[in-house]
């Protein structure tokens, strides 16, 4: 049988490859919204961050996601990845 081919996504945070499962997506859609996609099929550019709050941590404080989206990000978006990173890391 032949291996199906597993998608490899960078961390913002740690800049290592990890598999896209393993990761939440950050998504910005055509009218420049951005918002979080835990299923990672919505439309638009995505940007991917480890479930590990200390990868977020560094990301935020080195604007990586503004790099990555070309824009500004409100303080919603980060308080919604962060608290559910908190959450997902048994706090």
């Known amino acids: 049988m032949k291996q199906k081919k597993v998608p490899m996504r960078m961390c913002l945070g740690c800049q290592e490859m990890k598999p896209k499962k393993e990761l939440i997506r950050v998504v910005k859609n055509k009218e420049n919204e951005i918002s979080v996609d835990f299923t990672g099929k919505k439309a638009g ?4 961050i480890c479930k590990n709050i200390e990868c977020f941590r560094k990301a935020k404080k080195a604007k990586r996601f ?26």
Request: negative net charge.
């Open 45 to 48: 550019r995505g940007a991917y």
């Open 66 to 91: 503004e790099k990555a989206f070309e824009t500004s990000i409100s303080e919603d978006i980060y308080n919604t990845l962060e608290k559910e990173l908190e959450e997902g890391n048994g706090g």
